[in-house]
C-alpha cells in the first residue's frame, strides 16, 4: 500500500506563501510521477502540478508562475511552493503518488491524508 504523508498547510495572508511536504513512507514502490491535487469547497478535485522522474513538471494553468514543484532525487518526497497565494487558492491539498509496486510489477496509485489551505484575504 502506497503511504503518502503531507504537511505545511495552515493559514496564510493574500499574497503570502506556503510550502507544502510530501513523503512516501515506503520503499516498496518505484514512483513514475508525483503530483498535488486541491479540492475547494463544493468542487472535483483537480490537478495543480505534477513532476516525473526525469523532473518534467507540468502546472495548471491557475498555478502557472506562482507555484513551483520540486522533488527528491528518487522522487519518494515532493515539495510544492505556493507563492502569491490567492484566496480562491484555499483548499485541501492532496499528494498523489503512481507508480510500480516493486515485489508484483503490478502499478499502484496512492493519496495522502490532504492538507488544508487557507488563504484570507
Known amino acids: 500500500q502506497v503511504r503518502l504523508t503531507e504537511s505545511g498547510g495552515g493559514l496564510a495572508q493574500s499574497g503570502g506563501s506556503l510550502r507544502l511536504s510530501c513523503v512516501a513512507s515506503?520503499?516498496?514502490?518505484?514512483?513514475?510521477?508525483m503530483a498535488w491535487y486541491r479540492q475547494g469547497p463544493g468542487n472535483q478535485r483537480e490537478l495543480v502540478a505534477d513532476?516525473?522522474?526525469?523532473?518534467?513538471?507540468h502546472y495548471a494553468n491557475s498555478a502557472k508562475g506562482r507555484f513551483s514543484i520540486s522533488k527528491d532525487s528518487g522522487l519518494n518526497a515532493v515539495w510544492l511552493q505556493m507563492n502569491n497565494l490567492k484566496p480562491e487558492d484555499t483548499s485541501v491539498y492532496y499528494c498523489?503518488?503512481?507508480?510500480?509496486?516493486?515485489?508484483?510489477?503490478?502499478?499502484?496509485?496512492?493519496w495522502g491524508q490532504g492538507t488544508l489551505v487557507t488563504v484570507s484575504s
Open positions: 515506503t520503499s516498496m514502490f518505484h514512483f513514475n510521477t
Open positions: 513532476i516525473n522522474r526525469n523532473g518534467d513538471t
Open positions: 498523489n503518488a503512481q507508480g510500480v509496486e516493486l515485489r508484483t510489477s503490478r502499478t499502484r496509485e496512492g
